[in-house]
């Protein structure tokens, strides 16, 4: 079978597995579809590849009240996997995405969490996406020595993530920024909407989602946080979690969101932060 075929066919499964399945009867049923969906494309596609592979790990709630969090988070990331494969991967390895939910739950982000550091071929992860759930998993990753790109966190990361360096953090701010009636983002990056440089990336991530998830900050973080990932293989002494997280720790890099370089806290130097709430029609809209 030719690689066109070969494509087209994995595709077609993927489609047809929608067009097979029971239609959803409300956003719940969707969510669980939607969420199977994207778990069985990747891995229909891997099948055709010899490619070593790398995974990298994101934690994010994709059920309960902050789904909507990890929905525009996921297809950010597939979005940058899809595109770093196309170029052939990063040194010869092909990338791949292993996506867990954590609800937003602290007990369900360590679980979470563990079930990634038993995965040899996962390098690193991106998460969480709640400073509760980041907070509590966030001593697993480093007592592993699992470089972690903390998306939100409201704690000072603990010792084993400093000496080796494996904590790295892109929204610190006090637990109060968080408030638990709303749904509130603190990140490193503007809304990718009215940024300039990222009006590719925007038309791209759009094109992807079937219900109605549209970029946003979060996409952006996601999307820059991969990037990030990706740029720290390319430049790794060795492929190796321990090899990924010296070379973030020794890294220099600019995403279209801002640039990212860390203290040896595992801060951003010089960030800028930025808050957005999402309102009911899902809009950010920043507030600080």
Same mark, same amino acid.
């Given at each position: 079978m030719n690689a066109s075929k070969a494509r087209g066919k994995r595709?077609?499964?993927g489609w047809r597995f929608l067009a097979l399945a029971k239609r959803p009867r409300n956003k719940v049923e969707w969510g669980c579809l939607l969420l199977l969906f994207l778990c069985v494309v990747p891995l229909a596609a891997c099948a055709a590849s010899t490619?070593?592979?790398?995974?990298i790990g994101l934690v994010a709630p994709f059920e309960g009240r902050y789904r909507s969090i990890g929905y525009e988070a996921i297809y950010a990331a597939r979005l940058a996997v899809r595109e770093i494969n196309a170029k052939g991967g990063v040194r010869g390895y092909r990338l791949e995405l292993v996506a867990l939910d954590d609800r937003g739950d602290p007990a369900q982000a360590i679980e979470s969490a563990r079930k990634l550091m038993i995965d040899p071929?996962?390098?690193?992860? *991106? @998460?969480?996406?709640r400073p509760d759930s980041t907070d509590a998993a966030i001593k697993d990753y480093c007592d592993g020595h699992m470089p972690l790109m903390a998306i939100e966190s409201a704690a000072s990361l603990p010792p084993a993530c400093l000496q080796p360096p494996n904590g790295f953090v892109l929204g610190h701010a006090a637990h109060d920024q968080w408030p638990d009636d709303r749904i509130t983002f603190l990140g490193s990056v503007p809304d990718p909407n009215s940024l300039s440089a990222a009006q590719a990336f925007v038309a791209n991530y759009n094109a992807i989602p079937i219900d109605g998830t549209r970029a946003g900050p979060i996409a952006l973080q996601t999307y820059d946080a991969m990037a990030l990932l990706f740029?720290? *293989? @390319?430049?790794?002494?060795k492929i190796d979690r321990a090899g990924l997280a010296v070379a973030i720790a020794n890294g220099n890099f600019s995403g279209l969101g801002g640039h990212y370089a860390f203290d040896q806290n595992g801060n951003l130097i010089d960030v800028r932060s930025y808050v957005y709430e999402y309102d009911?029609?899902?809009q950010p809209v920043l507030i600080k």
């Open positions: 595709q077609g499964a490619q070593p592979v790398i995974k071929q996962v390098m690193a992860v *991106i @998460g969480h996406y740029d720290a *293989i @390319g430049r790794a002494g009911k029609n899902g």
